[in-house]
T-cell receptor, first 114, second 112 residues
Framework: GDSVTQMEGPVTLSEEAFLTINCTYT??????LFWYVQYPGEGLQLLLK?????DKGSNKGFEATYRKETTSFHLEKGSVQVSDSAVYFC?????????????FGAGTRLFVKA | DAMVIQNPRYQVTQFGKPVTLSCSQT?????MYWYQQKSSQAPKLLFH???????NEADTPDNFQSRRPNTSFCFLDIRSPGLGDAAMYLC???????????FGQGTRLTVV
């Protein structure tokens, strides 16, 4: 079945450091790919998305490119801030057996130190 | 304005006592999902509705049931909560495949 694998955390960075969180997926169809962010005690919020190969999603300085050849959707940011501290989830959405599913990776916790 | 609303934010229930969590949406989305999220883990899909069509995940325990009386509302019923059911329960909606999911703030369930 479909699955999402992302790098284990926690990731601890100093402010203004470069961030990469790796994400790879397996899917039998042509899924859409997403990054969601979760702040403590809250639900998930969409950070960015890409719906087809070579699309780049971007938002708030974060970027990720849909790479079909490597089945990857790595999240990057050039200069992180303390306010970026949160848990980041890579996810895919695909149609399966007549239903619709969004499947999440295990999440990567990011700590940014001032 | 909140578009997916879950009530209550925090729920404490007794072991074995039925409990219902509720979710409402103002987005008029076709698809509504219930996820269970335990500490430091990914949200785990329990089931989803596409309109009135119910789709249960194969590994969702029978203890968990759901109702969707209309487009706006969806309920999660836990018939006999056990200590292992303590978790954050997330409701989400989408228009369909390939679109982003909109999440509520979640209900944190404690079983005592």
């Amino acid at each position: 079945g479909d699955s999402v694998t992302q790098m284990e955390g926690p990731v601890t960075l100093s402010e203004e450091a470069f961030l990469t969180i790796n994400c790879t997926y397996t899917a039998t169809g042509y899924p859409s790919l997403f990054w969601y962010v979760q702040y403590p005690g809250e639900g998930l919020q969409l950070l960015l998305k890409a719906t087809k190969a070579d699309d780049k999603g971007s938002n708030k300085g974060f970027e990720a490119t849909y790479r079909k050849e490597t089945t990857s959707f790595h999240l990057e940011k050039g200069s992180v801030q303390v306010s970026d501290s949160a848990v980041y989830f890579c996810a895919l959405s695909d149609r399966k057996n007549g239903g619709f599913k969004t499947i999440f990776g295990a999440g990567t916790r990011l700590f940014v130190k001032a | 304005d909140a578009m997916v609303i879950q009530n209550p934010r925090y729920q404490v229930t007794q072991f074995g006592k039925p409990v219902t969590l509720s979710c409402s949406q103002t987005l008029n989305h076709n698809v509504m999902y219930w996820y269970q999220q335990k500490s430091s883990q990914a949200p785990k899909l329990l089931f989803h509705y596409y309109d009135k069509d119910f789709n249960n995940e194969a590994d969702t325990p029978d203890n968990f049931q759901s109702r969707r009386p209309n487009t706006s509302f969806c309920f999660l019923d836990i018939r006999s909560p056990g200590l292992g059911d303590a978790a954050m329960y997330l409701c989400a909606t989408t228009t369909g495949v390939g679109t982003e999911a909109f999440f509520g703030q979640g209900t944190r369930l404690t079983v005592v």
